[in-house]
């Protein structure tokens, strides 16, 4: 693959970093992955699928870009787990000083570790919404506690959560749940009405972190650990609209892209996951 461009492709006015209101922070980590390896080469090839999106969104009838959307350095991939978390707190920390909306994309889901971490110090009292088909509740896993098999027990201890699309765990992991906070896959299917439902357990001001295999892998299945039954497009997308309308986004990441050599179509479904929410998010603020 060539070498990174910034997300969306953007003119170099649209990617300033001073002028920029979004920043999209690429964290290529795989550190801890324990099935299928490569998803370090995840943000590379959702930014360079967002080369190829139409940068006008039909249902909002916008064009977020327009706020500025720069692509920061990669952050190291090489890093120990627990040092890698305080690498990407660090990070986000620093944008969120200068009032930048800050964006990950992943890379395993342990990179959203440093993400929850600066984001809760900025906003108290703030909640996370995980999309995820796995409940990430141990509060070990082989030896470490920042595995991407903990990344939820790690950011219950800031601030409470509320888990969608559920439909895999260790037994170890049930008495951890939260009744009325987890909504499992199977419960879901076929309606719209659990939506509702999902964001009344939210409070104000909302990180949310999305783990790709929560979609089903009919369309995503460039993941480290499909598994059946999950989401589709349009039920995701209403989920994210209703809660960039209904409460305050604050930040998001997307994790878990472990691109198909010549399967190109998740590649593109992340990249254009991550600019609808920017979308929604930004619909009726100036640019």
């Not at 959203?112 to 984001?119: D, M």
């Not at 896959?185 to 009405?193: K, N, T």
Request: charged share 20%; hydrophobic share 40%; with cysteine.
């Amino acid at each position: 693959m060539t070498e990174p461009i910034n997300f969306g492709a953007l003119p170099p006015e649209y990617c300033d970093e001073g002028r920029s209101r979004i920043v999209m922070v690429p964290v290529p980590y795989d550190g801890t992955s324990t099935w299928v390896k490569g998803a370090d080469k995840g943000p590379d090839a959702i930014i360079h699928a967002s080369a190829n999106m139409e940068l006008y969104d039909i249902e909002t009838d916008s064009q977020v870009y327009q706020h500025g959307i720069f692509t920061d350095e990669a952050i190291a991939p090489d890093l120990p787990p627990a040092e890698m978390v305080d690498a990407v707190r660090q990070r986000v920390q620093e944008h969120l000083a200068n009032n930048k909306f800050v964006a990950l994309a992943g890379g395993e889901h342990s990179v959203s570790i440093g993400a929850v971490q600066a984001h809760a110090q900025r906003y108290p009292g703030m909640s996370v919404l995980q999309l995820d088909a796995h409940s990430d509740l141990r509060d070990e896993y082989e030896g470490s506690r920042y595995n991407h098999a903990c990344v939820m027990a790690r950011v219950r201890e800031l601030c409470p959560i509320v888990q969608v699309g559920i439909r895999s765990m260790d037994a170890c992991e049930r008495p951890a749940m939260e009744a009325g906070r987890v909504f499992f896959a199977e419960e879901i299917h076929g309606g719209r009405g659990w939506i509702g439902e999902v964001v009344a357990r939210l409070t104000e001001q909302v990180y949310i972190t999305i783990d790709l295999d929560v979609f089903d892998p009919s369309i995503m299945p460039s993941t480290g650990t499909p598994e059946p039954g999950g989401l589709l497009w349009y039920d995701v997308l209403a989920l994210m609209k209703t809660v960039c309308r209904q409460r305050t986004v604050v930040g998001f990441d997307v994790v878990e892209m472990c691109p198909v050599k010549s399967h190109w179509a998740p590649d593109f479904l992340a990249a254009k996951l991550i600019y609808k929410i920017l979308s929604y998010r930004f619909l009726g603020d100036s640019a």
